[in-house]
T-cell receptor
Framework: AQSVTQLGSHVSVSEGALVLLRCNYSSSVPPYLFWYVQYPNQGLQLLLKYTTGATLVKGINGFEAEFKKSETSFHLTKPSAHMSDAAEYFCAVIANQAGTALIFGKGTTLSVSS | EPEVTQTPSHQVTQMGQEVILRCVPISNHLYFYWYRQILGQKVEFLVSFYNNEISEKSEIFDDQFSVERPDGSNFTLKIRSTKLEDSAMYFC?????????????FGPGTRLTVL
């Protein structure tokens, strides 16, 4: 069965610093991978997704993620953090090839200080 | 921009009571989902619904739970006899029917507190 592990429940960076949020997955088949962001009192919003093709995926708000099959990873990065990036970030994988249910990681809270 | 809405934002109930959580998916979407997040834990899939029937469900979605699309706009989750462990944030999501990997759009959630 598919699963997702997010290393680090809380990441703190300074404004302008690199953001790196880690996600590893386990899957017996090629996965569909997603990053969602949740701002306080709002629903989850899709940042980016990997399905097939180019392994470096660009998303909204300057975020990108790279699918590395050999490392079973899909880490999220942003070159320069902004205060508005403070939120909770969730990595997710489609549960199985026949369905559409998302399997989520535990989430990582990103704090950005000035 | 169209969005998924959920009501109420917070519901408090006594153990053993029935609750109905309501969602209005995006109007041209055809797949609907419920997920939940117990405080401090992962977001977990409960059920998906398409063409007026359940298409997938998790082991969490037992006989205490049911879903319904009573009219052309609402999508509801009913918990028949709530337990303390049902306390969680419940998220509704919807998507179009194009492609297995198509984006799911999430609502802001309903926080259910069972006393």
């Amino acid at each position: 069965a598919q699963s997702v592990t997010q290393l680090g429940s809380h990441v703190s960076v300074s404004e302008g610093a690199l953001v790196l949020l880690r996600c590893n997955y386990s899957s017996s088949v090629p996965p569909y991978l997603f990053w969602y962001v949740q701002y306080p009192n709002q629903g989850l919003q899709l940042l980016l997704k990997y399905t097939t093709g180019a392994t470096l995926v660009k998303g909204i708000n300057g975020f990108e993620a790279e699918f590395k099959k050999s490392e079973t990873s899909f880490h999220l990065t942003k070159p320069s953090a902004h205060m508005s990036d403070a939120a909770e970030y969730f990595c997710a994988v489609i549960a199985n090839q026949a369905g559409t249910a998302l399997i989520f990681g535990k989430g990582t809270t990103l704090s950005v200080s000035s | 921009e169209p969005e998924v809405t959920q009501t109420p934002s917070h519901q408090v109930t006594q153990m053993g009571q029935e609750v109905i959580l309501r969602c209005v998916p995006i109007s041209n979407h055809l797949y609907f989902y419920w997920y939940r997040q117990i405080l401090g834990q992962k977001v977990e899939f409960l059920v998906s619904f398409y063409n007026n029937e359940i298409s997938e469900k998790s082991e969490i979605f037992d006989d205490q739970f049911s879903v319904e699309r009573p009219d052309g706009s609402n999508f509801t989750l009913k918990i028949r006899s709530t337990k303390l462990e049902d306390s969680a944030m419940y998220f509704c999501a919807s998507r179009t029917d194009r492609g297995q990997n198509n984006e799911q759009f999430f609502g802001p959630g309903t926080r259910l507190t069972v006393l």
